[in-house]
Every structure is written in C-alpha cells, then in structure tokens.
C-alpha cells in the first residue's frame, strides 16, 4: 500500500497475557518510530529504528516492551504480561531519513481487560 | 495554551475565518518541528514542517511561523472549512537523527458554520 499500515487495528487482551503489534512502513523508509497515545494526549515517543537496529529505546516504559525490526522494514512492537494501563492507541511511523517528515498509521488500539 | 487531563485547549471560528493555533516547545535544542492534524480515530496527518533555520514556511491555505527566541511555533491556516476540524498537535525534534518527536498536548479547532 501507500501508506503505513498497523495490524491489528484493534486488540482486546485479558491482563497479564502477551501482544504483538505489527507496523509496516512506506516503502524504502529506513527510519521506523513507534508512539503511544492515551486519550486527551499527544503521542508520547517509545521507540525509533533506523534500518534494522534500534537506534534509539529511550521511550519504552519498562522491560516487558520490546520492539524489533529484523530485515529493516517490517517491525513488530512486543508487550509481555499486558496491564491495563497499558491500554492506549499505539502508532507507528515512517520517514525516508531520519529529522525528515513522517507518515503515521492509523494504529493499534490495544485495550487490556 | 497547557491542557490539563484530557481537557484540550479548544478554539472556536467560524467557517471562512482564519486560525491561529499556538504551541510553546520545550527545547532550544530543537531543530526541526511539525504541524499534525489528527481526526477522531485516525493517525496524525502531516501538515507542514519547518527548520530552525527558518522563521516562516507557507503550504497551502497554511503558514508556520516559528519564534525561537521565545520558544514558540504557530500555525495559520487561510479560510476554514468544515474539514479543518480537528486536533492539531505541535511537534519538535532535538535532531541527532535518533530521537523520535516530542508532541506538544494538542489543541482542538472547532469550525461554526
């Protein structure tokens, strides 16, 4: 497609239980981001990919987040032992450089019961 | 102006009027900055953009300015319509190409007919 695309666009978990989030980027974009917004509030940054390492995680809030990106287009967003909080919109983002514009998805709204 | 939980700044105008959305950054670091508009359920939609290095960028029907002295960023936008209801967020970047964007709290423009 032409755009960012994120599957699933709705999750709905029992707490405690494992979620994987998948983004796929624009096309020959080498720097891939991933966002959380809770409602009322403007995305808050987790984690940035430039190709396929993580150049920057300085967002993710705990260690039950991990993100990977393994042939540097496709990324998944993994989040071990959901908690409620957790619950929020997650998007995903691509730019052709990094410091460049960037396209969001329409994201994933995961929501922990 | 600052929102407090999930009250976002709001500002009212009438159809064919122009905007003016504001936004304070926190960085003077920061070297590139972006205007977003998010409809209810979507991904934020890219606006327009602008370098530190510039004081003022025009689009179409739209105009950033960017003060750095004072650390402000703002957004005009020429005779609007229905369509330009939405959330506007603010963006900045630290630059270093690593990190992913701080988003300012938003502000919803409500369009009167």
């Known amino acids: 497609g032409a755009g960012v695309s994120q599957t699933p666009s709705n999750k709905v978990t029992e707490k405690g239980k494992y979620v994987e989030l998948r983004c796929d980027p624009i096309?020959?974009?080498?720097?891939l981001y991933w966002y959380r917004q809770s409602l009322g509030q403007g995305p808050e940054f987790l984690i940035y990919?430039?190709?396929?390492?993580?150049?920057?995680d300085s967002g993710l809030p705990n260690d039950r987040f991990f993100a990977v990106r393994p042939e540097g287009s496709v990324s998944t967003l993994k989040i071990q032992r959901t908690e409620r909080g957790d619950s929020a919109v997650y998007l995903c983002?691509?730019?052709?450089?990094?410091?460049?514009?960037?396209?969001f998805g329409q994201g994933t709204r995961l929501t922990v019961v | 102006g600052e929102s407090v939980g999930l009250h976002l700044p709001t500002l009212s105008v009438q159809e064919g009027d122009n905007s003016i959305i504001n936004c304070a950054y926190s960085?003077?670091?920061?070297?590139?900055f972006i205007w977003y508009k998010q409809e209810s359920g979507k991904g934020p939609q890219f606006i327009i953009d602008?370098?530190?290095?510039?004081d003022k960028r025009q689009g179409q029907r739209v105009t950033v300015l960017l003060n750095k002295t004072v650390k402000h960023l703002s957004l005009q936008i020429a005779a609007t319509q229905p369509g330009d209801s939405a959330v506007y967020f603010c963006?900045?970047?630290?630059?270093?190409?690593?990190?992913?964007?701080?988003f300012g709290k938003g502000t919803h423009l409500i369009i009167q007919p």
């Open positions: 096309s020959g974009h080498t720097a």
């Open positions: 990919f430039q190709g396929t390492g993580a150049a920057d």
């Open positions: 983002a691509s730019s052709r450089q990094p410091n460049t514009e960037a396209f």
């Open positions: 960085n003077s670091a920061s070297d590139y």
């Open positions: 602008i370098r530190s290095n510039m």
């Open positions: 963006a900045e970047n630290t630059g270093g190409g690593a990190d992913g964007l701080t």
